[in-house]
């Protein structure tokens, strides 16, 4: 069979099967309660030099163009074993978004006509001829007692003194944040932790809507430190959850050079387990990274029903 009609039948399989996932795609809730968001990050080529962070308004993403891109380890042909997402441990919105990325990444390329090279060249700059295979994507939430108040205290210190401008910056509050979790076990009720991995040329694009997603849970942004900058609602008094509040959701999402192997949040066991590894993620293959958590507000309340509503991949530990 000829390569153009090889494509067309290609298209002509998988369209069916994104229009069918657009289908399942069910809206998000309202959001529940105000909250707080800790980011920043680059996606580039190894070699090339920074880019800035695009930050709160996402103008460009997360850095502009891609940079280098995605080269299959055969050499040649689409290398499938590598596009194929890792799913995690569930599914949901987040697995149909690394899927969509690798799919809507196929087809641009077989309507290119460009087969391999397109997805070998990402945005067309030259690097040198460096080699960035694809990208692993984290996203881990839990549910903690309301009682955990000391880690919306730590998250909102953060937000306050971290350089969010530097991977060095970055690291320190993924390593502070999951140091955080890490103290309160006994507080934790609700988990959820999923994995995939992305070609390079589409990961900026899927991390920005993941980013998205999980932001637009929130009624508003009372505190915020993206990209060095830092920002806060001055019609809001960011603090402690009301003393009626059941819960505090926290989500962190990564993006790293390195595979992540997370084992799941099935058991508390398993939940620490992930978020050491998160933890021991290097500023040097640190990509991009987001802290988002609810409520914020002083006296605001997050009760089981909302939380349950607003993140319904979440597990009872």
Same mark, same amino acid.
């Given at each position: 069979?000829?390569?153009?009609?090889?494509?067309?039948?290609?298209?002509?399989?998988?369209?069916?099967?994104?229009?069918?996932?657009?289908?399942?795609?069910?809206?998000?809730?309202?959001?529940?309660?105000?909250?707080?968001?800790?980011?920043?990050?680059?996606?580039?080529?190894?070699?090339?030099?920074?880019?800035?962070?695009?930050?709160?308004?996402?103008? @460009?993403?997360?850095?502009?163009?891609?940079?280098?891109?995605?080269?299959?380890?055969?050499?040649?042909?689409?290398?499938?074993?590598?596009?194929?997402?890792?799913?995690?441990?569930? +599914?949901?919105?987040?697995?149909?978004?690394?899927?969509?990325?690798?799919?809507?990444?196929?087809?641009?390329?077989?309507?290119?006509?460009?087969?391999?090279?397109?997805?070998?060249?990402?945005?067309?700059?030259?690097? @040198?001829?460096?080699?960035?295979?694809?990208?692993?994507?984290?996203?881990?939430?839990?549910?903690?007692?309301?009682?955990?108040?000391?880690?919306?205290?730590?998250?909102?210190?953060?937000? @306050?003194?971290?350089?969010?401008?530097?991977?060095?910056?970055?690291?320190?509050?993924?390593?502070?944040?999951?140091?955080?979790?890490?103290?309160?076990?006994?507080?934790?009720?609700?988990?959820?932790?999923?994995?995939?991995?992305?070609?390079?040329?589409?990961?900026?694009?899927?991390?920005?809507?993941?980013?998205?997603?999980?932001?637009?849970?929130?009624?508003?942004?009372?505190?915020?430190?993206?990209?060095?900058?830092?920002?806060?609602?001055?019609?809001?008094?960011?603090?402690?959850?009301?003393?009626?509040?059941?819960?505090?959701?926290?989500?962190?999402?990564?993006?790293?050079?390195?595979?992540?192997?997370?084992?799941?949040?099935?058991?508390?066991?398993?939940?620490?387990?992930?978020?050491?590894?998160? +933890?021991?993620?290097? +500023?040097?293959?640190?990509?991009?990274?987001?802290?988002?958590?609810?409520?914020?507000?002083?006296?605001?309340?997050?009760?089981?029903?909302?939380?349950?509503?607003?993140?319904?991949?979440?597990?009872?530990?």
């Amino acid at each position: 069979m000829p390569p153009r009609s090889l494509r067309r039948t290609f298209s002509l399989l998988v369209l069916p099967l994104v229009m069918a996932g657009l289908l399942l795609l069910t809206p998000e809730p309202a959001s529940a309660a105000s909250g707080g968001r800790i980011g920043g990050g680059s996606f580039r080529s190894s070699p090339s030099l920074p880019r800035s962070y695009g930050g709160g308004g996402y103008r @460009g993403g997360y850095g502009g163009n891609y940079g280098g891109g995605y080269r299959s380890g055969f050499g040649g042909g689409f290398g499938f074993p590598f596009l194929v997402p890792v799913f995690g441990f569930g +599914g949901g919105l987040f697995g149909f978004l690394v899927l969509m990325a690798v799919v809507g990444l196929l087809l641009n390329a077989l309507r290119g006509g460009g087969g391999s090279r397109a997805l070998a060249t990402g945005d067309g700059d030259d690097d @040198g001829g460096s080699v960035d295979g694809p990208v692993s994507i984290a996203q881990v939430q839990i549910g903690l007692l309301a009682s955990a108040r000391s880690v919306q205290e730590d998250l909102r210190r953060l937000a @306050g003194s971290a350089d969010t401008g530097s991977s060095a910056g970055l690291q320190q509050v993924l390593q502070e944040t999951t140091l955080s979790l890490l103290r309160q076990p006994d507080l934790w009720v609700y988990a959820a932790a999923e994995v995939g991995q992305v070609p390079f040329a589409s990961a900026e694009s899927t991390f920005n809507r993941l980013s998205m997603q999980e932001r637009s849970k929130l009624r508003r942004e009372i505190t915020a430190n993206v990209a060095g900058r830092r920002s806060s609602d001055s019609s809001a008094l960011a603090g402690s959850s009301g003393a009626a509040s059941d819960y505090i959701a926290i989500t962190l999402l990564v993006a790293s050079r390195n595979r992540l192997n997370l084992p799941g949040a099935g058991s508390a066991d398993a939940l620490r387990d992930s978020l050491q590894r998160l +933890g021991a993620v290097s +500023g040097d293959q640190l990509l991009a990274l987001e802290v988002i958590w609810q409520p914020e507000g002083a006296g605001e309340v997050l009760s089981s029903e909302e939380l349950i509503t607003a993140y319904p991949d979440l597990q009872h530990l």
